[in-house]
């Protein structure tokens, strides 16, 4: 076979690779905000591993990741969007019913009594989601949450709840699924509050969001079937819960998963303990300029030992300050 | 405008709306088990109304369809599969433990003593579903349960259980794809059961099966996560949990639902009164010759309500005998 043959047969072969996986030949664009270096190779590798022939591919059906999504996907300092919400209901409810004023555990809510916060039991927490998460229909709270999330902002950056996204995660979800992975949520968040923006934020529907919920139940109301919400707990998404959701809900155990504090620590080792390739990725707050910076000390998305289990694991702790050239999607690119 | 060009225009006017929807121009061949008739008519006029341009038109991400599945899509007769699968499993135990052949409930499962099953407490049934659905981890179920599904035959057709799914019902799941449809299932049978043949008989990956479920717990076994299968009841799939279920794992009301018996009817009744467009169904089970025909009286999906319900709601009664013509894979088309 002559050189120029040779040559012929090189290129035909580079065509047909970059014809079978042209998402991938055009990887590199779809990270704009990750930064070079340790982290970004990480992901880039173990999807290029899992998607092209050989011993690590992975069939597109089996490419499950799964991200946890406050302190992971937005940001949950300096609390929980989802206590914000229920604190702006107590607000509402307050404003149609005066009595709550003077009862606890609405009144340390209404008055910011962050001692009396602080000494809550479980029992009074649960008054307070049962008063603001139950006793309607799953519909009506929908469009109670929805319409919350389209006009309450965050004080620190006076940007909506939703645009504090993370800028590198958007793309992340987005270049995992051009590459055949089916991206999901599992979150310690509510399960109903969550599914009002998870499409238009991220591009994910409502039946790959897995979370916390109530109890509820089944009614005919003026003949009109509905799923009324209910005191109580149904389930716990956090910690053993995850992994447990996930088997329920997805029924397969993920190749890559993405959380920022101990409540992940479970769902990253049921992800990274299974046989074949796997991903775990803890997102690391270090930066207290552009956004917060906490870990071990925080009573918000601690995370400590699930930073001790990384090394050890080999999941990637991705410095927000270091890996990431853009936090929120309004940040200049 | 002259009669030429007035034909040039409607045939312009056919070329696009064909090549605008070129599954749809396609769709009779889609159907092939299904004779002409009112049942197959309202499927194919309700599909084309909800994808086609117009005041019914349903964005394919709401295009949720959900099947029953045991007397849905395959047979149920003269006892649930899982149900044979249970007893199955007893017989295995006391192979392993003969000293279960002399203690209740088993005993009776062993000697196919029908008077004794038929007298069981909801306790003893639990017991025999804890014994053979709980203590091992998911992944070493789902190996029993794929065994068994390869090789246990229903003595009746001497097929393979997973060989007596509907023919009509594998095309209208590839038919309600084909035209942006998620098909999901939703069947009181255990999540985990179903899952190790739904993606090679309906082509319903295992994050789109909601079932019954038993309680689990994560743990870390010889350093690898697990989910253990814990004795007790998580979920009940059935009736008012239908559409609890569907509200949990789907989060989005069906607008086509498919169902056989009384436990179907919420589901039935949650689908079909929501607004726009929608389409409620049941399986008519008259065909015993080909099949078997059961409805009122029936101890395994009874069929009365819902058959009471379905004039006034629209529902179409679907007659195995009538609108079917052809049964099961096997047999001749």
Not at 2 to 11: D, H, T
Not at 141 to 168: G, H, K, M
Request: hydrophobic share 40%.
């Amino acid at each position: 076979m002559s050189q120029a043959q040779l040559n012929r047969r090189n290129l035909a072969f580079l065509i047909a690779a970059a014809a079978a996986s042209p998402a991938l030949a055009a990887s590199p664009q779809h990270l704009p905000s990750w930064r070079d270096g340790a982290s970004r190779s990480a992901i880039t590798d173990f999807v290029a591993r899992v998607t092209r022939p050989g011993p690590d591919f992975v069939p597109a059906d089996q490419r499950i990741a799964t991200f946890d999504n406050d302190g992971t996907l937005w940001i949950e300092q300096p609390l929980y969007t989802e206590a914000v919400f229920l604190a702006d209901r107590v607000k509402a409810m307050a404003q149609a019913n005066p009595a709550l004023r003077q009862q606890q555990p609405f009144k340390a809510v209404l008055d910011r009594d962050m001692a009396q916060l602080a000494k809550f039991t479980e029992a009074e927490l649960m008054q307070l989601m049962d008063a603001t998460h139950s006793g309607m229909t799953t519909e009506a709270f929908a469009e109670i949450a929805r319409t919350w999330i389209d006009s309450a902002r965050n004080t620190r950056f006076n940007r909506l709840f939703r645009e504090l996204v993370y800028q590198p995660q958007i793309e992340l979800l987005a270049y995992l699924r051009a590459h055949g992975f089916t991206t999901f949520i599992v979150s310690g968040g509510g399960v109903e509050f969550m599914r009002t923006f998870t499409q238009s934020a991220y591009g994910i529907p409502p039946q790959q969001v897995v979370g916390s919920g109530g109890k509820s139940v089944f009614q005919l109301q003026n003949d009109v079937g509905v799923i009324m919400k209910q005191p109580g707990v149904g389930s716990v998404d956090d910690k053993g819960g995850k992994p447990v959701n996930i088997n329920l809900h997805i029924g397969r155990r993920p190749i890559l998963a993405f959380g920022n504090s101990d409540g992940d620590l479970e769902m990253l080792q049921y992800t990274t303990t299974g046989s074949g390739p796997r991903l775990g990725l803890i997102v690391h707050h270090d930066d207290a300029v552009r956004e917060y910076a906490y870990d071990r000390q925080s009573h918000v998305g601690q995370l400590a030992k699930a930073l001790d289990e990384a090394p050890r694991r080999g999941w990637v702790v991705v410095s927000m300050k270091n890996d990431w050239s853009r936090i929120f999607p309004f940040d200049r690119a």
